[in-house]
């Protein structure tokens, strides 16, 4: 054996030795590989942790908000639990939506609504409607009735028929199977109410309108009537004009006139002559 075979100084081994030294470091790297993918797992888990923390806590502030009657900051703190709810992702626009009802904004609360209606689990076609889709159509039916009500508020009951009419069939399954509770019930029964009302003041407006309609016709067929009138004054005063203007062409007229002023300066004249009267006689 050469001498540059030979190993450093105090490398000297046995086979057993250098087997046992090639096992240590392939378990060394396999248990730094392990503690990088543990490492991983456990970074996963403690932000799936946090997250489900968050949202317990954001949905907490958000339900006191509630309570408290802050519909605004409800709404504001439920809008952000669509990023950590990640369970049930139907339940952050459905309260959102809640707290933007309750707070008069009924526009804004059907669209936040339509969302949870969309993400919320349905049950089969040939089966009624689960509790949660009926939670979120009963209160997604409650803003459209708003809607109706603040149009009938302003005297346009063509569109409040029409929301009375979408709130009822947004919930008409949940009211009829149970699955609503006593609110879809009450609040299809006095959906109905409104729209009945509603429809009435339709018809009168529209009654009153076809009443004033033909009145304006008739005022507007009579007035040709009229008009020829109005045209002929002017010439009837020409033919006044032409009546004063006659005498003086009437010979009749002008002897007349003429007869009557000589008997009364003969009258006159026998008064003076008799010294009677203070000349302010009767008349005749």
């Known amino acids: 054996m050469s001498v540059d075979l030979l190993p450093p100084p105090g490398e000297f081994r046995t086979s057993e030795e250098v087997r046992d030294a090639q096992f240590a470091q392939k378990m060394a ?15 996963v888990v403690f932000l799936a942790a946090a997250k489900l923390l968050s949202a317990v806590v954001l949905n907490m502030a958000g339900s006191s908000a509630y309570e408290k009657q802050n519909y605004v900051t409800a709404a ?15 339940k952050a626009p459905f309260n959102e939506g809640t707290a933007t009802y309750a707070s008069g904004d009924f526009f804004a609360a ?13 049950a089969p076609e040939d089966q009624p409607r689960g509790v949660p889709e009926c939670m979120v159509r009963t209160n997604y039916s409650l803003a459209l009735e708003g809607l109706g009500d603040e149009a009938s508020n302003g005297s346009d009951f ?50 009153q309108g076809g009443q004033s309609d033909d009145s304006g016709q008739d005022s507007q067929e009579e007035s040709p009537s009229e008009s020829p009138q109005e045209n002929q004054s002017p010439s009837s005063g020409d033919s006044g004009e032409d009546s004063s203007a006659s005498p003086s062409t ?35």
């Not at 396999?30 to 991983?40: F, G, I």
């Not at 059907?110 to 349905?122: G, H, S």
């Open 158 to 207: 063509a569109i409040a028929t029409d929301y009375y009419d979408q709130a009822q069939q947004m919930l008409a399954d949940c009211a009829q199977s149970g699955n609503g509770g006593e609110q879809a019930q009450d609040a299809q029964e006095r959906q109905q109410e409104s729209q009945e009302e509603s429809q009435q003041q339709e018809d009168s407006e529209e009654q």
């Open 110 to 122: 059907t669209t936040v609504l339509e969302q949870a209606l969309a993400q919320v689990p349905k």
């Open 29 to 43: 790297r396999r248990r730094k590989l392990l503690l990088l993918w543990s490492a991983a797992v456990v970074l």
């Open 250 to 284: 009437n010979p009749r007229q002008e002897e007349l006139e003429e007869r009557n002023r000589e008997a009364q300066e003969s009258r006159e004249a026998q008064e003076q002559k008799s010294g009677g009267g203070d000349g302010s006689g009767q008349n005749w």
């Open 76 to 90: 504001d703190r439920f809008s952000t639990l669509e990023f950590f709810n990640v369970v049930q992702p139907w």
